[in-house]
């Protein structure tokens, strides 16, 4: 079970920052292939995000899959609204549904 301040702190950082990414280790330096994956594809579009590293905070690293109730790790969030992982970032990505939903939401991306 999630504690209300973990909960509270997860909506404070997707409502406060446009794009999110809740993964394993930094964006500069990635503990898993999947959080690589992910900030791979944002820093392609060139957007800002904020990474959060869930292995530095157990109660995060749990309170994130309570939270949006997925079982894993990378998490997505556009404007508070949670996207998915990996997989679903990259097919997003490769199909030009992740730029739309992003300039849409007024996030700037980098123009191909």
């Known amino acids: ?14 409502t406060s920052n446009d794009v999110v990414l809740y993964m394993k ?8 292939g999947f959080s690589a994956q992910a900030v791979q594809i944002l820093s ?5 995000f904020k990474g959060v ?7 995060l690293r749990q309170g994130i ?14 404007k508070g609204e949670f996207i998915g992982g990996a ?3 990259t097919e997003m990505f490769q199909s ?3 730029q739309s939903m992003l300039t849409e939401a007024g996030v700037a991306i980098k123009q191909a």
């Not at 280790?25 to 898993?32: A, D, H, K, L, N």
């Not at 392609?44 to 800002?48: A, K, Q």
């Open 1 to 14: 079970m999630t504690e209300p301040a973990t909960a509270e702190r997860i909506r404070s950082e997707i």
């Open 44 to 48: 392609m579009l060139g957007v800002n």
């Open 96 to 98: 030009g549904e992740l």
């Open 53 to 59: 590293d869930i292995l530095a905070d157990p109660g």
């Open 65 to 78: 899959k309570d939270f949006s109730n997925w079982p894993t790790v990378p998490q997505l969030y556009i």
């Open 25 to 32: 280790g930094t964006p500069v330096f990635p503990q898993c």
């Open 87 to 89: 997989d679903i970032a």
